[in-house]
Structure formats: C-alpha cells, structure tokens
C-alpha cells in the first residue's frame, strides 16, 4: 500500500472540514486521470452493469464482473480510496454470504471498503461486515438495486413517513458503523437534516449541496452516457461528441489512404532495402 493512501479515518475525519470528492471508475485508465486529479475516493459502482455492459438495470451484474472491474481500477489508484459494490444478491442472502463477498473485494481486488445498498433492513449484516475488519459505505434513498420494490428510479422521502424512514435508516446505519453514507435522489432539506444528525460523511447524489461530498457517475459527468441523463447529472464536457467527430475523422483518413502517415511508419534501411531490391 503506498503511504499517502487515503484512510477510511481520514475520511471520516473531512467531516465539517473539507467536502468529499468522489466519482465512479470501471477501469485503470480512468481510475489513473482520477487519482491523480486528487479525487477522494473511486467507486466501482455495479452501475457498471447499464454504463459498461449495456444492462436496463443493476441486478444481472456477478461478483466475478465486479471484481473484474474493481481489479483494474485498483491497480490505477495509488491515492484515492477504492471502494468496491456489493451486487445484488451478494449480501442479502446470509451474514455469512455477506461477509465472505464483501472480503473477496479487499483480498482479491485490493479495494480498502465495500459499498451495501440499504437501510435497517440490512443493519445487522452490516454490522457483521464491519465487525469483520471490512469498511463499510453505506446508500440509502434511492437504492437501484431495489428500484422494483421502490416502483422506478424515483425521488425518495418525499413525504412526511418516508422522510422519517429515511432517517431511521441513517440512523441504523451509523450505529451498524458505517465510514459514510450515500444519499442518492432525497430532497435537499432532508439530505442536510441527516448530514447535521449523523456524525460520519454523507455522500450525495442527487441530494443538494448540504451533504458532506458528492459523488457522480464518471460517464455522465463526460457526457459519454448518452441513454438517459437524471436531473442531477451535471455533464462538465461532451465527451461522446467529442469522440463521434474523431472516430469519423479516423474513418474518412483510413478510407481515403491518409491515415497512417509518414510519420506513422518504420522504415527499412538503405542496405536493407538494396539486398531485398525494393
Ligand atoms: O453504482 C453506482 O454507481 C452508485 C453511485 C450512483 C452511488 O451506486
């Protein structure tokens, strides 16, 4: 591990200090740009099922995908914290399931922490995840791992009980131990009460400027994901345009014979070329 790793502690520790910068990465090229940019902490997010894999949801990613994933994006970060997705049906089996998955991402994979969807629900296998020596990231609000029970990916805690539930959860969770929490799509005031009640980081998406940090999904923020785009993406550059021009630029010079050049190409010596008569 190199030293100027970032810590869970030092996570925590940004509380009420400096906020949280954290982004999604699938592979080592970009968990490269990212870590050395100075991002926090690189989520392999199981969004990697619809963003890399071209699934409609979350649910049909494996644990050997994610942990394919989650490989390469180790191997890139020397800095920020790896923090590897629980797949669907990776740790609501059993405790024991839980605790075995949740390993595999720090033994195998070599990330520092994994992520659990869910609320109290789910506190106690937490609990024993963390009670095992493996950090645990917490998300709450809009969980797509359970967008059929939730009816869609829609806005949670929006009314007064589930707004309450909302809390609770948060709550659960804290006291289960885990090092932070995403908020995903929950209304700002909400997202800045648990932020103010909880004493570890929150982590928003979608849940207003009050959360401790922020995280977005690295190909929405490229505009490179161009499926569908949440109220809460803010695409900093158009990436999928940028790329359809060269692509189009590098098939017009393949078709044309322009591509490669001159100074695309060995040469063979003078002595060679006379010995071979070219
Ligand atoms: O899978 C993912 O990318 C996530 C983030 C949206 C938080 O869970």
Redesign the pocket.
């Known amino acids: 591990m190199a030293s100027s790793k970032i810590t869970v502690p030092e996570i925590i520790a940004k509380k009420d200090k400096e906020k949280i910068a ?1 982004l ?1 990465a699938y592979d080592v090229l970009w968990a490269r740009i990212l870590d050395e940019a100075g991002i926090d902490i690189i ?7 619809m ?1 890399v894999l071209g699934y409609e949801d ?1 649910l049909p990613i494996t644990m050997e995908e994610m942990l394919l994933f989650s490989r390469a994006v180790a191997r890139g970060a020397k800095r920020a914290l790896v923090v590897g ?1 629980m797949p669907f049906l990776s740790y609501q089996t059993s405790v024991s399931e839980a605790i075995k998955n949740a390993g595999r991402f720090l033994k195998e994979a070599g990330c520092q922490a994994v ?1 659990i ?1 869910g609320g109290q629900e789910i506190a106690e296998t937490i609990a024993a995840v963390v009670k095992a020596g493996i950090p645990v990231m917490g ?1 709450i609000g809009l ?2 791992q359970r967008a059929h029970a939730l009816g869609g990916f829609k806005v949670q805690g929006k009314d007064v009980s589930s707004a309450r539930k909302l809390i609770e959860d948060a709550k659960a969770l804290e006291e289960a131990g885990v090092f932070s929490l ?1 908020l ?1 799509c929950v209304p700002k005031e909400l997202a800045a009460y648990i932020t103010r009640e909880i004493s570890i980081p929150t ?1 928003g ?1 979608g849940a207003g400027a009050q959360c401790d940090g922020q ?3 690295l190909p929405d923020l490229l505009g490179l994901f161009e499926a569908f785009r949440p109220k809460f993406v803010k695409s900093y550059t158009n990436m999928a345009e940028t790329g359809r021009k060269a692509i189009l630029a590098y098939l017009e010079e393949v078709k044309n014979g322009l591509f490669p050049g001159e100074e695309h190409s060995f040469k063979l010596s003078d002595e060679v070329k006379k010995e071979l008569g070219l």
């Open positions: 954290a999604t989520l392999v997010g199981d969004s990697a099922a963003i979350t997705d992520k969807e998300h969980t797509p995403v995903e982590i998406i995280i977005l999904v």
